[in-house]
Nanobody, 123 residues
């Protein structure tokens, strides 16, 4: 059974940091890129960051470049999203997803999804 389980969300003040984790099971982790998407109330789901399956190349949305860092640990089947200098506009439910290819511009083709974790940035 394929599972992606996000954790690490919460309430943080503007300028603060959070580290999201995505635990994967039920599929060959090394064969999949892992992406992070987010969805704010009333808005479409958008790609935040992705890390490729083989060479570890990373990709970021312009809105988070320089503030977020994605990494993966293939030995543990884990992906992390370190989020620094958080802004109120980062508030959303964050989802991790798996697909053979990093495609950040759309969520449509991703094979597997987690249930999401809420991130709220507010003073």
């Amino acid at each position: 059974q394929v599972q992606l389980v996000e954790s690490g969300g919460g309430l943080v003040q503007p300028g603060g940091s959070l580290r999201l984790s995505c635990a994967a099971s039920g599929f060959t982790f090394d064969n999949y890129a892992i992406g992070w998407f987010r969805q704010a109330p009333g808005k479409a789901r958008e790609g935040v960051s992705c890390i490729s399956k083989s060479d570890g190349n990373t990709y970021y949305a312009d809105s988070v470049k320089g503030r977020f860092t994605i990494s993966r640990d293939n030995a543990k089947n884990m992906v992390y999203l370190q989020m620094n200098s958080l802004k109120p506009e980062d508030t959303a439910v964050y989802y991790c997803a798996a697909d053979p290819v990093c495609i950040l511009y759309t969520s449509k083709w991703w094979d597997y999804w987690g249930q999401g974790t809420q991130v709220t940035v507010s003073s």
